[in-house]
């Protein structure tokens, strides 16, 4: 192999073609194989970024069976390799299939040097581009708290907030819908603070009968009620040293509301049938998706426990309002799920992508993870599909990714703002846009805006 450091690796059979095709990519370093087993040994030892693929392979030189296998091995193998299959004269449909199955391109024979040349140069250079941009995601897009992914202004101040509030020990509520991570920014808290070697004790208090929370989370001795044949620590007394998270604290019965409030006074607590006061040293979150003031007003949450638990509230947004976490995290999903069923698939095709954009994710971070495990199950090619996902084509056009047109657009609503406010007077809404009249009157005119 020559210098070149561009690897080329070539199935072909014919050795005429073989040849042929040698002196066609002299620019490049060419492996030739004539059969699978060689063309995916090569594949492991040399990494080929392009292959040239003919599907007739013996054993079935003749048909495209050899072809379609040796094509669906190197995918799984190497997954970003550009295939490019060779197929015979007026044998589209083959050609079609390749591609369905996960092909960069196709080229049919007979061969012309220029052409095959132009299409093996045009991959290669996807390649590279594929491959910086992978190289930037992962420099760039390192999630500021385990656990986190996200590139929204909207969860990166949550972050920030976290990373102020984690040394500290003071009492912390959060608050935000089902499914918003609620939990995964408590174990960031507790994993930023002091206490990160000790333990972590979480308590939903919706998932316990209410005749048996009391005994969880203070604990009780022994025979304090029927079937307590033996002294047992509660949550709190567990998580002495460490972290207690209080999920759902918002359906805590208020009979244990006042008991909670006095051991977050006190910071003692007494065992249910027990006369002792036991001293507790831990760090508490709280968290809820319910109204708590609203609840106040009903009369369902104690206000004075409200001010105790709330010293810091961080409030976690809805994923529709967190913009381009919905894709970001889709992709972080599609990663790691993919790769923990074994599959090969390299992302969501265009429509998948823009319904994922659009559509409100009403059960949030959950809904979506839930949705990328069904879809990678039930996928057949190789990207995830609208029916993969089973959801709706989005509804309005994607947001552009062209710079003039959002330029554009924010300009034409700034302007139209400042009209509005100011009574559609023109030299008021200049001075409010810090630009002349006559300036002002231009974009009027570029954006067909009456006053």
Same mark, same amino acid.
């Given at each position: 192999?020559?210098?070149?450091?561009?690897?080329?690796?070539?199935?072909?059979?014919?050795?005429?073609?073989?040849?042929?095709?040698?002196?066609?990519?002299?620019?490049?370093?060419?492996?030739?194989?004539?059969?699978?087993?060689?063309?995916?040994?090569?594949?492991?030892?040399?990494?080929?970024?392009?292959?040239?693929?003919?599907?007739?392979?013996?054993?079935?030189?003749?048909?495209?069976?050899?072809?379609?296998?040796?094509?669906?091995?190197?995918?799984?193998?190497?997954?970003?390799?550009?295939?490019?299959?060779?197929?015979?004269?007026?044998?589209?449909?083959?050609?079609?299939?390749?591609?369905?199955?996960?092909?960069?391109?196709?080229?049919?024979?007979?061969?012309?040097?220029?052409?095959?040349?132009?299409?093996?140069?045009?991959?290669?250079?996807?390649?590279?581009?594929?491959?910086?941009?992978?190289?930037?995601?992962?420099?760039?897009?390192?999630?500021?708290?385990?656990?986190?992914?996200?590139?929204?202004?909207?969860?990166?101040?949550?972050?920030?907030?976290?990373?102020?509030?984690?040394?500290?020990?003071?009492?912390?509520?959060?608050?935000?819908?089902?499914?918003?991570?609620?939990?995964?920014?408590?174990?960031?808290?507790?994993?930023?603070?002091?206490?990160?070697?000790?333990?972590?004790?979480?308590?939903?208090?919706?998932?316990?009968?209410?005749?048996?929370?009391?005994?969880?989370?203070?604990?009780?001795?022994?025979?304090?009620?029927?079937?307590?044949?033996?002294?047992?620590?509660?949550?709190?007394?567990?998580?002495?040293?460490?972290? !207690?998270?209080? %999920?759902?604290? $918002? =359906?805590?019965? *208020?009979?244990?509301?006042?008991? /909670?409030? #006095? @051991?977050?006074? &006190?910071?003692?607590?007494?065992?249910?049938?027990?006369?002792?006061?036991?001293?507790?040293?831990?760090?508490?979150?709280?968290?809820?998706?319910?109204?708590?003031?609203?609840?106040?007003?009903?009369?369902?949450?104690?206000?004075?426990?409200?001010?105790?638990?709330?010293?810091?509230?961080?409030?976690?947004? !809805?994923?529709? %309002?967190?913009? $381009? =976490?919905?894709? *970001?995290?889709?992709?972080?999903? /599609?990663? #790691? @799920?993919?790769? &923990?069923?074994?599959?090969?698939?390299?992302?969501?095709?265009?429509?998948?992508?823009?319904?994922?954009?659009?559509?409100?994710?009403?059960?949030?971070?959950?809904?979506?993870?839930?949705?990328?495990?069904?879809?990678?199950?039930?996928?057949?090619?190789?990207?995830?599909?609208?029916?993969?996902?089973?959801?709706?084509?989005?509804?309005?056009?994607?947001?552009?990714?062209?710079?003039?047109?959002?330029?554009?657009?924010?300009?034409?609503?700034?302007?139209?703002?400042?009209?509005?406010?100011?009574?559609?007077?023109?030299?008021?809404?200049?001075?409010?846009?810090?630009?002349?009249?006559?300036?002002?009157?231009?974009?009027?005119?570029?954006?067909?805006?009456?006053?």
């Amino acid at each position: 192999m020559k210098e070149t450091n561009r690897p080329l690796l070539v199935v072909e059979d014919d050795t005429g073609l073989q040849s042929q095709l040698r002196w066609c990519f002299d620019d490049y370093d060419v492996v030739i194989t004539g059969d699978r087993e060689a063309a995916i040994a090569q594949l492991r030892r040399h990494q080929p970024w392009v292959v040239l693929l003919d599907l007739g392979l013996p054993p079935d030189p003749g048909g495209v069976t050899e072809g379609f296998a040796t094509l669906s091995e190197i995918l799984v193998i190497s997954p970003q390799t550009k295939v490019i299959v060779v197929t015979g004269d007026n044998d589209r449909s083959n050609a079609v299939k390749a591609i369905g199955l996960g092909a960069y391109d196709f080229y049919q024979k007979p061969v012309d040097p220029d052409i095959l040349t132009l299409i093996v140069d045009r991959a290669y250079r996807v390649y590279e581009l594929e491959s910086e941009n992978r190289r930037l995601q992962e420099q760039g897009v390192e999630s500021p708290l385990r656990g986190v992914v996200t590139a929204s202004p909207e969860m990166l101040k949550v972050c920030r907030t976290v990373e102020k509030v984690a040394p500290s020990d003071i009492t912390t509520l959060l608050l935000g819908a089902s499914g918003t991570g609620k939990e995964v920014i408590a174990r960031a808290l507790h994993e930023l603070s002091a206490r990160a070697n000790q333990k972590m004790v979480a308590i939903n208090c919706a998932a316990i009968p209410d005749n048996l929370l009391e005994s969880e989370l203070f604990g009780h001795e022994k025979g304090a009620f029927t079937g307590a044949v033996k002294q047992t620590q509660g949550k709190i007394e567990y998580a002495d040293g460490g972290t !207690l998270f209080l %999920d759902e604290i $918002g =359906d805590l019965p *208020l009979e244990l509301q006042s008991k /909670l409030l #006095r @051991f977050l006074q &006190e910071r003692v607590i007494e065992r249910v049938g027990g006369r002792t006061e036991i001293p507790i040293d831990v760090r508490i979150i709280c968290a809820t998706h319910q109204d708590l003031t609203k609840y106040i007003e009903e009369g369902k949450f104690r206000e004075d426990l409200y001010y105790r638990v709330s010293e810091i509230t961080i409030q976690i947004p !809805l994923l529709k %309002d967190r913009e $381009g =976490d919905a894709l *970001l995290l889709a992709k972080a999903f /599609l990663a #790691r @799920f993919s790769k &923990e069923s074994g599959k090969s698939l390299r992302g969501f095709d265009k429509q998948a992508a823009q319904a994922i954009e659009s559509y409100d994710w009403p059960g949030n971070v959950r809904e979506l993870e839930s949705r990328i495990k069904r879809a990678i199950i039930m996928a057949e090619g190789t990207h995830i599909t609208l029916e993969d996902l089973e959801l709706s084509p989005a509804g309005e056009e994607a947001a552009p990714f062209n710079l003039r047109e959002i330029r554009e657009k924010a300009e034409k609503g700034a302007i139209q703002r400042a009209l509005l406010n100011a009574g559609d007077n023109v030299s008021e809404a200049a001075k409010m846009l810090g630009v002349t009249r006559p300036t002002l009157y231009n974009f009027l005119e570029k954006y067909n805006i009456r006053s």
